[in-house]
């Protein structure tokens, strides 16, 4: 077989794999569009490091760890976009049907229409549901301590700037913690 054949051929089976194979899938018609890596902007996000500090309280456990290990896996998570430089990427992939997301290596997956669970850092069970609220995304996570977060994402005019609002809420914080994060879409992202 010639070279100039199997090139053809190669050609051909490209094309039809390509009729065959379902089209990547798209957010619904009309709704916004999250998906992206985005990069984490802290000159344009809420001062995090202070808001941990005043809300989680110290790094260090004050007493009985088995009551302070919630705190402080809540206060690493938080700052995690900080101090790793991995975590400061966040990648979004959405279609009609579910949201993906997640800081480095983490992806969580959520599901317009229905609740899903997953293990929480302590071996609970997560409860979670995203749902639409106009333009924005709001998803929702409880514990089964009754640990609230509730995270509203929220794409600026021109799309290439994305606010998540969270408030976390549980009986181990100071105060419910508040936070705005800024991300940056990373448009030499594949």
Known sequence: MSRKTTVYRVLALGAVLGFLLPAPASPAEGQTDFNGVWIFNAERSDDLRALVEESVGPESTQGDIKKDIVRIWIRQWLLSVLEDPDS???????????????????????????????????????????????????????????????????????????????????????????????????????
């Open 88 to 190: 400061a990427y966040l990648t979004i992939e959405q279609t009609d049907k579910e949201f993906k997301t997640g800081l480095g290596d983490e992806v969580a997956i959520y599901y317009f229409g229905r609740e899903s669970a997953s293990r929480g850092p302590l071996g609970g069970t997560l409860k979670a549901s995203i749902e639409w609220q106009g333009d924005q995304l709001v998803l929702r996570k409880k514990s089964e301590d009754g640990g609230r977060i509730t995270a509203l994402y929220t794409l600026m005019p021109g799309g290439k700037n994305l606010v998540i609002a969270y408030l976390l809420e549980h009986k181990r914080l100071k105060k419910p913690l508040e936070a705005r994060m800024m991300f940056d879409l990373d448009e030499d992202a594949e």
